[in-house]
């Protein structure tokens, strides 16, 4: 998991925020902020806490998985060209594989 992450990290595909903008569950809303972010190809979000409506509009973008910090697992890591992730997930996703 370490050496999948700092793989992400080495070729720039970690993108850190301080905090997950606020999801109104329509894709076009989530396609514009991914546009936004520069992001392209498959992109994991992890996103902990109740993110339905970033769930749902994930749903209809084949390139976007939402997943919680404590699931994500290498096979995510690998498949995905970024990773989109909040500063206080990431200190979920180091707690959920320390």
């Given at each position: 998991?370490?050496?999948?992450?700092?793989?992400?990290?080495?070729?720039?595909?970690?993108?850190?925020?301080?905090?997950?903008?606020?999801?109104?569950?329509?894709?076009?809303?989530?396609?514009?902020?991914?546009?936004?972010?520069?992001?392209?190809?498959?992109?994991?979000?992890?996103?902990?806490?109740?993110?339905?409506?970033?769930?749902?509009a994930a749903a209809n973008l084949s390139p976007v998985t939402v997943v919680q910090p404590e699931g994500v697992n290498v096979r995510d890591l690998l498949l995905h060209d970024t990773v989109l992730i909040a500063r206080r997930d990431l200190a979920r996703l180091e707690e959920a594989w320390a």
């Open positions: 998991m370490r050496a999948a992450l700092s793989g992400k990290v080495r070729d720039g595909g970690l993108l850190v925020l301080e905090d997950l903008p606020e999801s109104d569950g329509k894709t076009k809303s989530l396609a514009a902020m991914l546009k936004v972010l520069g992001l392209k190809g498959k992109t994991l979000i992890v996103a902990g806490g109740e993110q339905d409506l970033l769930r749902r």
